[in-house]
């Protein structure tokens, strides 16, 4: 008996890699829609505002409901909040980083605690589909700026 293996080339190794590569980009650039009269926003803070110690933060959502990541279901969403920076161009194409300045709440809540070192802050909620990746068109908040005290 002979056992026979097929060697496949580097050459075709590379293309091939190559396409799915690509494919997979396109098929991850493909955004969820959402209603255009959608908002999300903050509810006990607001620009210009000054805090004191443990900053307390609650979410809005209007037009749309929340769900926890990686739930598929229309109109839906879960939160991130942006601290010292926003959201442009091609960043609102790719799924939300997760670092100490974009904070998932992929759970589905809808409130958070921080407890923020004394300063100036811009803070901006962005509502993410099932796989962090802001929806089409983008639900952001306005930016706003606060002081820790």
Known sequence: MSIKFNIVSPLFLA???????????LVKAEKTSAPETAKVYFINL????VV???VHIQFGLSGMGIAP???????T???HLIINGTLKGDELNESIPSDERHIHFGGGQ???SLDL??????LQMVLGDKNH????PPIKSKLITIIVK
């Open 133 to 136: 990746i802001p929806h089409n």
């Open 110 to 112: 809808t409130e958070t």
């Open 52 to 54: 004191k110690g443990i």
């Open 15 to 25: 293309v091939f890699l190559t396409a799915m590569t690509s494919f997979s980009f």
């Open 117 to 122: 070192k004394p300063g100036t802050y811009t």
């Open 77 to 79: 969403g879960h939160h």
């Open 46 to 49: 607001k620009d210009g505002d």
């Open 69 to 75: 990541a990686g739930t598929d279901k229309k109109n």
